[in-house]
């Protein structure tokens, strides 16, 4: 006899309107993504910044060299990313034409800015919205139907026989690699300034500094400058950074950087500047959270992870304490002592 199905809850009219609406939300998230994408690739954000910040649409598609038959859907698209919060709009010029303006998000997006805290996220955008990416997104649901023994490769492994930060992603795609080397440095180093500003007292004390997977080196040079008495060294190894790997990688890296530092009472400690998943931070924070681990999953073997989870890694490689002293927006600075 067939198993008898489960009556299914019917929606009531107003549920199943919003129901429909936020299936379409859901379903076409990724064309935001993709309209952000064509900003960056078009060079919105920073076409507009040359232009004062603010602009009328005409003023932005001749700047842009839009032909004439494809500008009323230059006003489509930035409908969409004004809707998403990319940009901001609002009041008119002489001519009665809408105006967009910058805002904090597409600030972060506009490049040949000479700057000391200004790191455009460019390059981030387009490493995350890069066909190879979109390709290993879609191989999510095949790659949890297989069962594997060992250590479980990325879906982007999976897909594409290549790790990222690895000579073999090079192979894969040149372009994608710089991309994504020039993205992870970018994403690193967005609010460095902050951090010297909010945490001056994190570097109080230290005579030497090794900053894994330190990229080009801003993060050192913003230390050294606002503490000279620092002696900093760089290391430029992605493959160290924590939320790319699995738990017991991590504890094999911290374990090596805790055998590399004094006592607590020498002053010696670890400074971790990573997520800490939070709901409490808000819908919209936590959501961005939830999203880079998505992005571990689907892209490395790591994750992203809560105050508990960081806690189990700092004992299981033999740290006695640790404190998070301040959260800064999805991320956390964390102090964790010998």
Known sequence: MAAQVPAIEVPTDAELLQAQADLWRHT?????SMGLRCAVKLGIPTAMHNLGGVTSLPDLAA????????????????RALVTSGVFAAGGTNNSGAELFRLNPLSRVLVDGVDAEEHHSQTSFVLAGTSPHYMEAALGMAEWFKKDVTGPVPSVFEDVHSASLFDESTAALDPELDALVTDGLEAHDNLGIGTIMRECHDLFKGLESLTDCCGGD??????????????KCTVLDLPKLVLHHWSDDDC?????????????????????????VVEPSLGPVMFEAQTLMDMLMLVFTRGRQRSENDWRDLFMKAGFTDYKIIKKMGARGVIEVYK
């Open 28 to 32: 076409l998230y990724y064309l935001t």
């Open 63 to 78: 700047v842009l060299s839009i032909p004439a038959s494809k500008q009323p859907f230059l006003g489509r698209l930035m």
């Open 217 to 230: 080196g801003k993060t050192a040079r913003a230390i050294t400058k606002a503490h000279p008495h620092v």
């Open 251 to 275: 504890v094999k890296i911290l374990t090596q950087c805790k055998n590399a530092i004094p006592s607590r009472e020498e002053g010696g400690k670890v400074i971790v500047i990573d997520i």
